[in-house]
C-alpha cells in the first residue's frame, strides 16, 4: 500500500508538471502578469484551467486573481507562480462563480491565503457546486479532481471593496455578466484592469441561463469607465480596450439588437438562432457558441 501510495503521488506530480506547459506568463505592467491557459475546452491536460488568471507581485507578497478550476488546478497554477516570484500567494481574488475561478480555493487556503470574492458570487458558487463537480469529473477525469474540497471566500463585499498591499492599492467592484457574481479589479496606478469573464477576447463568449446579457453590457461599460491601459481578460491574451470592446462589447450589442427585432418581427425562440452574427465568426468557438447565445439571448430578452 505504501508503495502503491508513493506511485500514486508521484504520477499526480508528474501530471501537474506536464500540465503546467499549458498557461502562458505574460507581463503587461511592473510586477504585473496574466498567466494565460487555452482558449478551448476543459480537458485533463489543462485540469479545468481553460482561463485567464491573474497575478501582482507586491513587497508584502503577491495576488492571484482567480483560484484554479481543482486543487490540481491549483497547483498547475502555482508551478506558474513560483516561476515568477519567490513570493508567497497572500491573498486570492474570486471574480466570478465559474469553476475555475474558486474551485482551487482549497489549496490556496491551505498556503495560508486569504480568498476574497462578492457575496454574490458566493452563492452562485454555492448554487451550482454540485453541477461544476459532477461536469468536472467528465471533463477533467475523477483523477483530474482529486483533492478538491469547495471552500468559499474569507472576505467577502457586496458592491465594492478595495485594500491596499504592498503599496499597491486594488479596488473590486461587482459587476453581474457572465456570471451573477462577476467582479473586475482594478489597479489605478498601474491602470491595469483584470476583468474576469466580463470580458472575453480571442474567442465567443458565452451566454448561459445564469448570465445576463443586459447587465453585461452595463457591466462592460462600468469597467471601461475607468480607461484602462492593460486589461487582463477572463479568456485570451492581455489585451487594450478597443480590442477589448470588439471582442465582447460589440459582440453582445449586436446579439441583443439583432434579437430584439427578431422579437419584433414576431420570430421565436428556434428562429432565433438565424440571427446574423457572421461579423464575430472570427472568434474560436464561433460554431459551437452562437446559436446557444442566440436563444438564451431570446429567452432573457422576451421576458425583459
Known amino acids: 500500500m505504501r508503495l502503491l501510495f508513493s506511485a500514486l503521488i508521484s504520477l499526480i506530480l508528474s501530471a501537474v508538471s506536464a500540465s503546467a506547459g ?10 504585473t502578469y496574466a498567466i494565460v491557459g487555452p482558449l478551448g475546452q476543459r480537458n485533463p491536460g489543462n485540469l479545468g484551467n481553460n482561463a485567464t488568471f491573474g497575478l501582482v507581485v507586491t513587497g508584502e507578497g503577491a495576488v492571484l486573481i482567480d483560484a484554479g478550476a481543482s486543487r490540481l488546478g491549483a497547483k498547475m497554477l502555482h508551478r506558474a507562480v513560483k516561476g515568477i516570484t519567490d513570493q508567497p500567494v497572500v491573498t486570492v481574488i474570486n471574480t466570478g462563480g465559474q469553476d475555475h475561478r474558486w474551485l482551487g480555493n482549497g489549496y490556496w487556503h491551505d498556503q495560508g ?22 461536469a468536472l469529473t467528465n471533463q477533467i477525469s475523477e483523477f483530474g479532481l482529486m483533492g478538491t474540497e469547495p471552500y468559499q471566500a474569507d472576505v467577502t463585499f457586496d458592491d465594492t471593496y478595495s485594500f491596499t498591499l504592498g503599496g499597491v492599492l486594488f479596488e473590486l467592484t461587482h459587476a453581474p455578466a457572465h456570471t451573477p457574481g462577476d467582479s473586475f479589479v482594478w489597479l489605478p496606478e498601474a491602470s491595469v484592469m483584470f476583468t474576469g469573464d466580463i470580458v472575453y477576447t480571442e474567442r465567443l463568449l458565452g451566454v448561459m441561463s445564469f448570465s445576463s446579457s443586459k ?21 485570451g491574451s492581455p489585451t487594450d480596450l478597443s480590442t477589448a470592446e470588439l471582442d ?57
Open 22 to 31: 499549458f498557461l502562458n506568463v505574460t507581463q503587461v505592467a511592473p510586477d
Open 113 to 134: 491565503a486569504t480568498i476574497i470574492a462578492s457575496a454574490a458570487a458566493v452563492e452562485d458558487q454555492k448554487d451550482r457546486v454540485s453541477m461544476q463537480l459532477t
Open 248 to 304: 465582447t462589447y460589440d459582440y453582445l450589442v449586436s446579439l441583443r439588437e439583432q434579437i430584439a427585432a427578431h422579437i419584433d418581427d414576431g420570430g421565436d425562440m428556434i428562429g432565433s438562432v438565424m440571427v446574423d452574427q457572421a461579423a464575430f465568426s472570427y472568434l474560436e468557438n464561433f460554431e459551437t457558441l452562437a446559436g446557444r447565445n442566440a436563444q438564451e439571448t431570446f429567452s432573457q430578452m422576451e421576458w425583459e
Open 215 to 235: 447587465e453585461w453590457v452595463t457591466s462592460f461599460e462600468a469597467l471601461a469607465a475607468k480607461s484602462p491601459q492593460h486589461i487582463v481578460p477572463g479568456h
